[in-house]
């Protein structure tokens, strides 16, 4: 069973930082797809950002781009989110998620095709 967790959320001020972390237990490789998405109340869970197995090719959404940088460290069965230049609409709880090795970019892009997924950890971005 693969366990995801979080770490890395809290208080910012609008302008600043967070790294967010993602560590994954109970992997079998690296040949996965990672993504981070977030939601806030009354909301669908949004896609953020997700990651192919090597790390060659990453996906934005058009409101982090620019400023959200997503990597991985398979040694370490680890993924980060480094979020720069935050704003107050960057408010949610993010998830991180894992999927199987996608074979088409739009399942990036989709939550139900994620198998794995984190209990999430806050982010507050205060303005």
């Known amino acids: 069973q693969v366990q995801l967790v979080e770490s890395g959320g809290g208080l910012v001020q609008a302008g600043g930082s967070l790294r967010l972390s993602c560590a994954a237990s109970?992997?079998?490789?690296?040949?996965?797809?990672m993504g981070w998405f977030r939601q806030t109340p009354g909301k669908e869970r949004e896609f953020v950002a997700a990651?192919?197995?090597?790390?060659?090719?990453?996906r934005y959404a058009d409101s982090v781009k620019g400023r959200f940088t997503i990597s991985r460290d398979n040694a370490k069965n680890t993924v980060y989110l480094q979020m720069n230049s935050l704003k107050p609409e960057d408010t949610a709880v993010y998830y991180c998620?894992?999927?199987?090795?996608?074979?088409?970019?739009?399942?990036?892009?989709?939550?139900?095709?994620?198998?794995?997924w984190g209990q999430g950890t806050p982010v507050t971005v205060s303005s």
């Open positions: 998620a894992q999927g199987p090795l996608f074979t088409s970019r739009s399942e990036y892009y989709t939550p139900n095709k994620y198998n794995y």
């Open positions: 109970g992997c079998t490789g690296s040949s996965y797809a």
């Open positions: 990651i192919n197995w090597s790390g060659s090719m990453t």
